[in-house]
């Protein structure tokens, strides 16, 4: 049954052809969209992650920091100085860090090579262009020294974060109002803040993040979900129809859920094969919108190994359990579907759903 399945899906005439072609493409751009949606909420936590190390403060020193590792290097033996102030240009915020190394062990921030020394600066690539582009007198004689290094990505939230990193002698930085000694830099992003060992002003906690990604979730899964499931009944009813003449013919209900399946399940999977291209392809210009109000690295919208296998196993599966569930006439009786060619009149508690969907938005807004 599974080979004549095949055959009837892949060598089954136009009809077949063309409904295995619109299934495969309405399952391709619900798994993108799911994709999408799965690769987002990494994105968002990423970059978050990335936020962290802004938040270093003497407070936000764990225990026992000085026999620590960071990056492979020893933290905590030789304390930095460290301020971080808000610069402007125009209505673009540029984050400025001020250190001072008190020695080799003083720790280092992220996507940064070294410390800068007195003098010296690193800058965010968006920030280096900014420079080159702007008159001194506007902008970078604000800044003491010379360029000798970029930001790596490791240390920016986003591609046009402008960041830079100053350096100068522990003498001159600790006379600075709001400068403060700290023995390691903050690796607990905003997210993962439970109130000890942190020191994130202004940040969300771990549940506020936690509600607002599964809220997000569940408003863009459960459509796509149901578009995936709606599109695996395409032609139902000439389906119905067909498997009917094959339950006349002989075949049992077993044999006709089985050839079923396998259409469903060979058109989802040739549209999650699609949906992971189309995906893909769609990434650079995803990365570009900022749904947090920062645009995303493109390699943030990174998928792990549950989220392709929840959309490659998940989504086939799906489908053929759709199809199982359309056939449920027909498994009655193979005279089912001409009683009942025309499908009953949608009942008012279908807008249950709705209703909640619409009493759950007003709710968060």
């Not at 990494?42 to 990056?71: C, D, E, H, K, M």
Request: with cysteine; glycine share 10%; proline share 9%.
């Amino acid at each position: 049954m599974i080979r004549l399945g095949l055959r009837l899906t892949l060598d089954g005439g136009r009809e077949a052809a063309i409904r295995l072609i619109l299934t495969a493409a309405a399952v391709a751009v619900g798994a993108c969209l799911l994709l999408i949606t799965l690769a987002g909420i990494n994105a968002v936590n990423i970059q978050n992650a990335r936020y962290a190390w802004l938040a270093t403060s003497a407070a936000s020193a764990p225990p026992g920091a000085a026999s620590r590792l960071l990056g492979g290097r020893p933290t905590g033996r030789d304390p930095l100085w460290w301020q971080l102030r808000a610069d402007y240009y125009g209505d673009q915020l540029i984050g400025r860090i001020d250190v001072a190394a008190t020695g080799p062990d003083s720790p280092v921030p992220p996507g940064l090579p070294r410390l800068p020394g007195p003098g010296q600066f690193y800058a965010s690539p968006a920030l280096s262009r900014l420079l080159r582009t702007t008159p001194a007198a506007q902008l970078g004689d604000r800044f003491p020294g010379h360029q000798i290094g970029t930001i790596g990505a490791a240390a920016l939230p986003a591609p046009n974060s402008l960041i830079i990193v100053v350096g100068h002698s522990p003498g001159q930085l600790s006379r600075a109002p709001g400068a403060q000694k700290v023995t390691s830099i903050q690796t607990i992003p905003p997210s993962s803040c439970n109130g000890s060992n942190c020191s994130v002003q202004g940040s969300i906690n771990a549940n506020g993040i936690d509600l607002i990604l599964s809220v997000v979730a569940a408003a863009l899964l459960f459509p796509v979900l149901i578009f995936m499931a709606a599109a695996t009944r395409l032609s139902a009813a000439r389906r119905e129809q067909r498997f009917a003449a094959m339950r006349l013919a002989g075949a049992t209900p077993r044999q006709v859920s089985v050839i079923s399946a396998i259409e469903s399940a060979v058109a989802a999977i040739i549209g999650v094969a699609a949906g992971f291209g189309l995906f893909f392809l769609l990434r650079p210009a995803v990365a570009t919108v900022p749904f947090t109000g920062a645009p995303f690295f493109t390699s943030d919208l990174s998928l792990s190994l549950p989220d392709i296998l929840l959309v490659a196993v998940g989504v086939p599966a799906a489908a053929a359990v759709a199809a199982l569930v359309t056939l449920r006439r027909v498994q009655i009786s193979p005279l089912g579907v001409s009683r009942r060619v025309t499908p009953p009149a949608p009942r008012a508690w279908r807008l249950i759903p709705l209703l909640a969907g619409v009493a759950e938005l007003a709710f968060f807004i």
